[in-house]
T-cell receptor, first 114, second 114 residues
Framework: GAGVSQTPSNKVTEKGKYVELRCDPISGHTALYWYRQSLGQGPEFLIYFQGTGAADDSGLPNDRFFAVRPEGSVSTLKIQRTERGDSAVYLC????????????FGPGTRLTVL | AQSVTQPDIHITVSEGASLELRCNYSYGATPYLFWYVQSPGQGLQLLLKYFSGDTLVQGIKGFEAEFKRSQSSFNLRKPSVHWSDAAEYFCAVGGLEYGNKLVFGAGTILRVKS
């Protein structure tokens, strides 16, 4: 079956612009996670959804970052007024339920802010 | 603070030699422990996981890991490394004590020499 997909695979933008990153989880997975991986680092948690609601957004670095999951499936991570420090690979993962179930990761979106 | 330490940034082993990658976590009475592998341009793939029970867990590709509560460690091992094992390996901790999200270490890059 299809795994987690993320679009676009690469995004280059200019400082100050707005970007949207999309995640399609595995069908039937109720939990969806966003992580950010900077060069030479492990993934860092941003936010996770259980269903449509954000269960924990404590990892979002500031109010320029926002994520939605309106129908409990596809999620969009939105970044306003991008800064060069936002450049990283943004990873999405999904699991059947939050907690014990394995998180399956997508290939990531590489964001470059010039 | 919740943290995972992988003390070795790079490890080089000869093909056919044994391998041990170290991982320590900061706290938790009942952590869920994971090892993921990431090849260049690929997403994170789960190698193995520990939730409870037998402290020696077997994973895919001939890997195993041992949970030692007294040392807060979850080291990954393989008796005989293959050239295709060259990749970056991440240890992660999750579970209720970690808010159902994964906290990753910084990763260990494995190089295999022939």
């Amino acid at each position: 079956g299809a795994g987690v997909s993320q679009t676009p695979s690469n995004k280059v933008t200019e400082k100050g612009k707005y970007v949207e990153l999309r995640c399609d989880p595995i069908s039937g997975h109720t939990a969806l996670y966003w992580y950010r991986q900077s060069l030479g680092q492990g993934p860092e948690f941003l936010i996770y959804f259980q269903g449509t609601g954000a269960a924990d957004d404590s990892g979002l670095p500031n109010d320029r970052f926002f994520a939605v999951r309106p129908e409990g499936s596809v999620s969009t991570l939105k970044i306003q007024r991008t800064e060069r420090g936002d450049s990283a690979v943004y990873l999405c993962a999904s699991s059947l339920l939050a907690g014990k179930d394995e998180q399956f990761f997508g290939p990531g979106t590489r964001l470059t802010v010039l | 603070a919740q943290s995972v330490t992988q003390p070795d940034i790079h490890i080089t082993v000869s093909e056919g030699a044994s391998l041990e990658l170290r991982c320590n976590y900061s706290y938790g009475a009942t952590p869920y422990l994971f090892w993921y592998v990431q090849s260049p341009g690929q997403g994170l793939q789960l190698l193995l996981k520990y939730f409870s029970g037998d402290t020696l867990v077997q994973g895919i590709k001939g890997f195993e890991a041992e949970f030692k509560r007294s040392q807060s460690s979850f080291n990954l091992r393989k008796p005989s490394v293959h050239w295709s094992d060259a990749a970056e390996y991440f240890c992660a901790v999750g579970g209720l004590e970690y808010g159902n999200k994964l906290v990753f270490g910084a990763g260990t890059i494995l190089r295999v020499k022939s």
